[in-house]
């Protein structure tokens, strides 16, 4: 099995990256190593790949670590295995990326929003990953946090600056993303009564556990929430599945990985002005 080795960023792949061929098939990066599978108290990992770009070295995973094996519920979850590895990596920096749907009407497909907050109404996921860790008979610490402010301001804002620079048309640097379970989508009253009218604006199903599992191995996490699709029976019923979606991401999957790029030559990996180290302690309960 591979070793984990020592990183300080990590980006977390999602449906807008997947086939694009991120990161082996961009000349701006180099492999330092590729398949990589972890072994981890919840069984193998998805392969990661080890790579640097202009001089920063990174971790980078496919679809959240999702594959036909791994699911990303509990129990032995996507979202465990991956974070076993950043945490053992030493990872502060986060960058994850989804397609997602609209449930703000002022929204279209190709706006980007980098959340600012979130709602979680997954039933399945893993809560705590330390938690998970003593389940597995591993003796450690347990953590408690705050999620004030679930996503960091400074990551936010280099990618809301990166994806701007990358040429989606429109950028927004606040929102609230709804965390469903998933996998299916979702039907037009559920739309209207379970997101829309909770003030949310987006829908995806892999902003969780990424978001508060960053906050427990002490790292800082902004994610690229790209809009694909209406939210049903918003605006406009005509569309097509899974014919939208391939097109999208033919289209949309270039400027997403191209902001990732210029996102890493910006970030200070040691940078923690942020304060989102600090909102975690070591319980004292457990
Ligand atoms: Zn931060």
Redesign the pocket.
């Known amino acids: 099995m591979a070793e984990i080795p020592k990183v300080k960023i990590a980006v977390l792949g999602g449906s807008s990256t997947i086939g694009a061929g991120f990161p082996r098939e961009f000349e701006e990066i180099s492999i330092i190593n590729d398949e990589l599978f972890f072994e981890t108290p919840f069984g193998l990992t998805a392969p990661f790949t080890y790579a640097k770009s202009d001089g920063k070295e990174f971790l980078y995973v496919d679809f959240h670590g999702i594959t036909k094996n791994i699911r990303n519920t509990e129990p032995d979850s996507s979202g465990e295995r991956v974070f076993y590895v950043l945490w053992r990596a030493g990872v502060k920096?986060i960058i994850g990326t989804a397609l997602c749907g609209s449930t703000n009407r002022l929204l279209d497909p190709a706006d980007v929003v980098i959340p600012d907050d979130f709602v979680d109404f997954t039933t399945k996921r893993p809560q705590m990953l330390m938690v998970s860790l003593q389940d597995k008979g591993l003796d450690v610490a347990r953590y408690s946090y705050r999620l004030h402010?679930p996503?960091?301001?400074?990551?936010s804002e280099t990618l809301v600056k990166c994806c701007k620079k990358a040429g989606f048309p429109r950028v927004f640097r606040r929102g609230i993303v709804g965390v469903a379970e998933g996998p299916r989508l979702e039907s037009p009253a559920e739309i209207r009564l379970r997101w829309q009218n909770l003030g949310i604006d987006i829908v995806t199903m892999n902003f969780v556990p990424e978001v508060f599992f960053a906050r427990e191995i002490g790292?800082?996490?902004?994610a690229i929430e790209l809009v694909s699709n209406y939210g049903e029976g918003l605006i406009d019923p005509r569309w097509e599945g899974s014919t939208a979606f391939r097109s999208f991401q033919r289209k949309w999957s270039k400027p997403t990985i191209e902001s990732i790029i210029m996102a890493l030559k910006e970030i200070d990996a040691d940078?923690?002005s942020?304060?989102?180290?600090s909102y975690r302690w070591q319980s004292i309960l457990l």
């Open positions: 920096k402010q996503t960091c301001p400074s990551l790292a800082c996490y902004a940078d923690e942020c304060g989102c180290s």
